[in-house]
């Protein structure tokens, strides 16, 4: 673990071109100017985000063992998956919290009619000639310091020879640690001063059910998958013969109506999570979560990620939401961040009982350190439950009681977009001609590579085309695979490589004599020569890695 800096627009800029460029992300509906916030993944990116999904239900659902005490674990445990609807019944946020609570502070700009969050907002102060300003930049900025630095000289009217006269009397700050914003210069503003005040913004997308259109039928598309699994807690203990402690995962879209969604799919308005809601005996919980942080993070260096880039931090006890007696978030430093700065990648929250009793009880608040339920203005609850028993009998100690939850909570895209920033290098290799010169090459987890293997006919003729075909359906059995016999075999290489596929097979003139093929990797280069019928296990065996 460790807080060292990626920062690197360059290498952001490189990797956003091949993604277009490969069909791994597009922006969406781009034929109409796109869609801010919104993402559309090219047949290659389907194809690695759902690596990334099906790696992850792998891992924490479908291959766990429940006979099997893990190592940190407490005890046993077994694990089920779920798929619930988007649009669920409106009480559910009501009682989440979400309603109420689900928003983000924004300022407007009365100049530029420019909206942005309040937290995220970045400026310095500056001052020449006697004038003083706080100077920001566009949240979207790649890099603040430079921008800031740019919009100070125009600003104070600085030709580049004059610039000893500007000087910067603060760092980086937030516009959160000013009192007014009188001398505010917005992003892209001419004139201090334009911004709002800060106002609150629910995130949550709403819509209407049915064909009336009134507000009564106003339903919300769900801000996360969570509150689908709290709420069928009953129909799996019920349905099933788990028994406490247990875990829940679930894949699915979650939508939220950011302010300023940005840095690339990092924050987008719609979304992938990939959540597990983890229920215990209250007395164990302190340890399963001790459990499900440090393995989820170790998955994350498991499937590649580097434990220079990567960190574990615990939140503060003034960051952590009244019902958490502990919360983790795993964060990464994408090259898109400043130095020193990281971005979660997935919480990990001890929840208590909150989301449970909630359920049942209706919306709770948190007062003198106890959860009790919200009133209104008349002394009603603010929020009704759902009535139904959430709690849990162990037929073993006799014991009834309503568990406590641990909440791992990842977000594919973002995933997604660690493993291709973290793959995504510049290096040297041998060229057509033997010669050394740089290539891009996507080191991903042979997991997650879109395609596992391509078939390299050398040249067109001699039957090589016909033995790639023959053995291009073969291989397709038994993973992806792609076939391409045009251009040189150096340049067919490198086009592997920028897409990260781990291993070439080449056909050539050897294969015609002892049907042996050469099998190249990506990332040492070596060539192995191994029997055509034994390529598909020979390239399984080294991916299973
Ligand atoms: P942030 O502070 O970055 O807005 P959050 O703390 O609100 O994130 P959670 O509510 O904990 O995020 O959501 C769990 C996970 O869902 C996050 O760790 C992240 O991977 C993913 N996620 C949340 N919001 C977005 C978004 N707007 N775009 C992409 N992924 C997201």
Redesign the pocket.
């Known amino acids: 673990m460790s807080t060292e800096s990626n920062f690197n627009p360059d290498k952001m800029k490189n990797l956003v071109t091949l993604c277009k460029r490969r069909g791994i992300l597009f922006q969406s509906s781009e034929i109409y100017g796109g869609l801010n916030g919104f993402w559309d993944y090219g047949p290659l990116g389907v194809e690695i985000k759902r690596n990334v999904k099906e790696a992850w239900w792998h891992d924490m659902v479908q291959s766990h063992n429940e006979m099997v005490l893990m190592p940190g674990a407490p005890s046993k445990f077994e694990m089920v998956g779920l798929d619930c609807s988007i649009i669920m019944h409106p009480q559910v946020w009501k009682c989440s919290g979400h309603y109420d609570l689900f928003h983000d502070e924004m300022v407007d700009c009365t100049e530029t009619k420019g909206r942005y969050r309040y937290d995220q907002m970045l400026g310095r102060w500056a001052e020449c000639k006697g004038q003083k300003a706080f100077i920001t930049a566009d949240p979207k900025a790649e890099d603040a310091e430079q921008e800031i630095h740019r919009r100070a000289m125009k600003f104070f009217n600085l030709r580049a020879k004059d610039e000893g006269e500007l000087k910067f009397t603060s760092d980086l700050t937030s516009l959160t640690t000013l009192d007014d914003f009188s001398q505010v210069l917005a992003p892209e503003a001419k004139h201090v001063g334009t911004l709002t005040e800060p106002r609150e913004f629910n995130l949550m997308f709403k819509t209407i059910v049915g064909a009336l259109g009134t507000e009564e039928n106003a339903a919300f598309l769900r801000p ?1 998958t969570a509150q689908g699994i709290f709420v069928n807690f009953r129909n799996v203990v019920d349905s099933t013969r788990v028994r406490v402690p247990f875990g829940v995962g679930q894949i699915g879209k ?1 939508f ?1 109506n ?1 302010i300023t ?1 940005r840095n690339f ?5 719609e ?1 992938e ?1 990939m959540e597990i809601e983890f229920f215990c005996p209250p007395e164990e919980s302190r340890q399963w979560y001790e459990f499900w942080r440090n393995r989820r993070y170790e998955w994350y260096l498991k499937m590649g990620l580097s434990g220079d880039r990567l960190r574990l931090r615990d939140h503060e006890q003034a960051e952590l939401a009244h019902y958490s007696t502990g919360t983790a ?1 795993i964060e990464y430093s994408y090259p898109f961040l400043q130095p020193g700065e990281f ?5 990990i929250a001890h929840r208590g009982d909150f989301d449970l009793r909630s359920h049942m009880e209706g919306k709770l608040v948190a007062k003198d350190g106890q959860l009790t339920l919200e009133l209104d203005e008349n002394g009603k609850p603010k929020h009704r439950g759902s009535g139904k028993d959430m709690s849990y009998f162990d037929d073993l100690t006799k014991k009834r009681f309503i568990p406590h939850v641990i909440e791992p ?3 594919a ?3 997604t977009l660690a493993f291709l920033c973290e793959a995504f290098q510049e290096d040297q290799a041998p060229d057509e001609n033997g010669n050394m010169t740089s290539r891009t090459v996507l080191r991903l987890h042979p997991r997650l590579a879109p395609y596992k293997a391509a078939v390299l006919p050398l040249v067109r003729k001699d039957g090589m085309p016909e033995l790639g075909a023959e053995l291009y359906g073969e291989l397709k059995e038994h993973f992806p695979c792609f076939y391409d016999e045009k251009a040189a075999i150096g340049r067919r290489y490198r086009r592997q490589d920028e897409i990260g596929t781990p291993f070439c097979v080449t056909i050539d003139s050897q294969t015609l004599v002892d049907g042996t093929v050469t099998v190249r990797d990506r990332d040492t280069l070596e060539q192995s020569r191994v029997k055509k019928d034994e390529v598909a296990a020979f390239i399984e065996e080294k991916i299973k890695k």
């Open positions: 996360e979650s939220r950011e969604p799919t990092f924050r987008s308005r979304f999570q978030d971005g979660e990648l997935e919480g909570s990842a977000g895209d973002r995933a």
